[in-house]
């Protein structure tokens, strides 16, 4: 299995509500990391996982919170979330390889279209 | 703070022609990796290469290959016998990870359209 499902494909939520963006792997990846994507636009980096602990955490506006629950899934939970935080936001995973968080070959999912209203 | 740059937004190329797509960047770091991502119109990223700067040859996978020039401070793609399932964005992407520091940088990405 090499790859990374996220869920839900599409996303459209208020700027009072709580949701929450999945993803999953199950190719035994221990470093995993979430993307914001505006369109026409390269990916940024917003957060990375490594054995479950976050190692990265690209100064983030806090109403955005990740959680690694395990070593196949990670969450980000979304509250009070603002209109320009509507884009595309990928999910990926890479091996860690000599105990740094090496961007290793990484396996992106589909991303959630996430809009804000 | 490390720059990638690609100077062409847009780039098209006929079937089974050759491409080339650049990349430069800028660093002052003598180890670190360079990628190109591809991302289709359905979204989803794939890695298509990747180069490890301690290596001098040039990396190769299939139709893709790159020309690493290190001392120039450019990393371009070419395509070869480019096939329609090449349409997409093409991102160049650098890598630093040394100890208690990294950086993780995407250039602006060309689009790529390959005409039948």
């Known amino acids: 299995d090499t790859e990374v499902t996220q869920t839900p494909k599409h996303l459209v939520m208020g700027m009072t509500n709580k949701k929450s963006l999945k993803c999953e792997q199950h190719?035994?990846?221990?470093?995993m990391y979430w993307y914001k994507q505006k369109a026409k636009k390269p990916p940024e980096l917003m957060f990375v996982?490594?054995?479950?602990?976050?190692?990265i955490n690209e100064s983030v506006p806090s109403r955005f919170s990740p959680e690694c629950p395990n070593s196949s899934l990670l969450n980000l939970h979304l509250h009070a979330l603002q209109p320009e935080d509507s884009a595309l936001y990928l999910c990926?995973?890479?091996?860690?390889?000599?105990?740094?968080?090496?961007?290793?070959?990484?396996?992106f999912g589909p991303g959630t279209r996430l809009t804000v209203l | 703070a490390q720059t990638v740059t690609q100077s062409q937004p847009e780039m098209s190329v006929q079937e089974a022609e050759t491409v080339t797509l650049s990349c430069t960047y800028d660093t002052s770091e003598s180890n670190y990796y360079l990628f190109w991502y591809k991302q289709p119109p359905s979204r989803q990223m794939i890695l298509v290469i990747r180069?490890?700067?301690?290596?001098?040859q040039n990396a190769t996978e299939n139709r893709f290959s790159v020309n690493f020039q290190k001392a120039a401070k450019s990393f371009s793609l070419k395509i070869s016998d480019s096939q329609l399932g090449d349409t997409a964005m093409y991102f160049c992407?650098?890598?630093?990870?040394?100890?208690?520091?990294?950086?993780?940088?995407f250039g602006k990405g060309t689009k790529l359209s390959v005409i039948p």
């Open positions: 180069q490890e700067a301690y290596k001098q």
């Open positions: 992407a650098f890598l630093y990870s040394g100890a208690g520091s990294y950086q993780l940088t």
């Open positions: 990926a995973s890479s091996q860690v390889a000599g105990g740094h968080t090496v961007f290793n070959e990484q396996f």
């Open positions: 996982y490594s054995y479950e602990k976050l190692s």
């Open positions: 190719m035994g990846h221990r470093a």
